[in-house]
T-cell receptor, first 110, second 114 residues
Framework: GDSVTQMEGPVTLSEEAFLTINCTYTATGYPSLFWYVQYPGEGLQLLLKATKADDKGSNKGFEATYRKETTSFHLEKGSVQVSDSAVYFCALTGYSTLTFGKGTMLLVSP | SQTIHQWPATLVQPVGSPLSLECTVEGTSNPNLYWYRQAAGRGLQLLFYSVGIGQISSEVPQNLSASRPQDRQFILSSKKLLLSDSGFYLC?????????????FGDGTRLSIL
């Protein structure tokens, strides 16, 4: 079945550091890929998406490129802020449901 | 625009009591609806999903149940809560027939069982 693997957290960075959160997937067919963000005590918000190979999703300075050859969708940001501290989930579509990774906590210190 | 509402935001219940959590969606018709649970410090577990009124798919066996009495209303219930039912419950929707589109989440209900 479909699966998503994310790097274990927490990821601890200083403000203005470069961020990479790795995500790889296993799926049949050609799924769409998503990154969601969950701030403390809140629901999940869609951060960005990519619907086909080589698409780049971007939002709020975050980017991720759909790499079919490496089955990856790594999340990057050039300069993180304290306000980016949250849990990040990688996900892919199935016919009716989403398959989520386990989430990666990001902690950014001033 | 579409919006999703969950209530209550927080709930404290004794073991053995019943449960009813409600979720409603506005601004769309015939959505797919989903209930997830998130235990503390852990990932998301899909509990139920529905592609139409009265149609419920259960992903895991448990003492919870779900119902969809109206097109845009999704209810999560239990007759007798267990300690292990504690967690953060999230409702989500997705447009029908759009398998490459994301799900959109509500703000969640934090359930504590005493």
């Amino acid at each position: 079945g479909d699966s998503v693997t994310q790097m274990e957290g927490p990821v601890t960075l200083s403000e203005e550091a470069f961020l990479t959160i790795n995500c790889t997937y296993t799926a049949t067919g050609y799924p769409s890929l998503f990154w969601y963000v969950q701030y403390p005590g809140e629901g999940l918000q869609l951060l960005l998406k990519a619907t086909k190979a080589d698409d780049k999703g971007s939002n709020k300075g975050f980017e991720a490129t759909y790499r079919k050859e490496t089955t990856s969708f790594h999340l990057e940001k050039g300069s993180v802020q304290v306000s980016d501290s949250a849990v990040y989930f990688c996900a892919l579509t199935g016919y009716s449901t989403l398959t989520f990774g386990k989430g990666t906590m990001l902690l950014v210190s001033p | 625009s579409q919006t999703i509402h969950q209530w209550p935001a927080t709930l404290v219940q004794p073991v053995g009591s019943p449960l009813s959590l409600e979720c409603t969606v506005e601004g769309t018709s015939n959505p797919n609806l989903y209930w997830y649970r998130q235990a503390a410090g852990r990932g998301l577990q899909l509990l139920f999903y529905s592609v139409g009124i009265g149609q419920i798919s259960s992903e895991v066996p448990q003492n919870l149940s779900a119902s969809r009495p109206q097109d845009r209303q999704f209810i999560l219930s239990s007759k007798k809560l267990l300690l292990s039912d504690s967690g953060f419950y999230l409702c989500a929707w997705r447009a029908q027939g759009s398998s490459n589109q994301p799900q959109h989440f509500g703000d969640g209900t934090r359930l504590s069982i005493l």
